[in-house]
């Protein structure tokens, strides 16, 4: 049958056990099922990708080497090769420059354009939460991060006339 929402759903939720977000919520429920749900209406392969999207970086350090995950541990799961590159698009690399490295990367990538878009607006939605807590750290985020990065990949998405141009809410 193959690889399935539900698959990668679960699959997450197993990756991020006992990880939470900077407000301290459980980070699947709080973050990677909102970008999933969120990238439903884009097809099963960009619900899959928003499920999964930080499950490489998240694991890559983790103490149990049962619960780390490269993209090719992805792919011996069978999770389908474009959601596998679009995991690889968005995830960065160590010591990897954010605008300059991650985000031009995901703006290069139909599918990892789509959810670093999702991603995007659902920090900058939860960024206002952070704002309560610590005003200071999240007007960097959104300044120096979310909003510039926002640009390069909206323009990216104007400028793709074959995937391009469509509309995340």
Request: glycine letters at 6%; proline letters at 7%; zero cysteines.
């Amino acid at each position: 049958m193959g690889f399935t929402v539900p698959d990668a759903h679960l699959l997450a939720l197993h990756a991020h056990q006992g990880q939470v977000d900077k407000q301290g919520r459980d980070y699947y429920l709080a973050h990677l099922r909102p970008i999933a749900e969120a990238l439903r209406p884009h097809g099963p392969h960009a619900e899959m990708a928003g499920a999964l999207h930080d499950i490489v970086e998240d694991t890559r350090d983790h103490p149990d080497p049962t619960r780390r995950y490269d993209l090719d541990r992805l792919r011996s799961l069978g999770v389908p090769e474009v959601v596998v590159e679009a995991i690889d698009a968005v995830t960065r690399r160590p010591g990897e420059p954010y605008i300059a490295g991650l985000i031009r990367r995901a703006a290069a990538h139909p599918l990892g354009r789509l959810v670093k878009l999702a991603d995007n607006a659902h920090n900058l939605a939860s960024n206002a939460e952070l704002a309560r807590v610590d005003p200071d750290k999240a007007r960097s985020l959104r300044e120096g991060r979310y909003r510039p990065a926002r640009r390069i990949l909206l323009a990216a998405e104007a400028a793709d006339t074959r995937s391009g141009r469509r509309v995340l809410v």
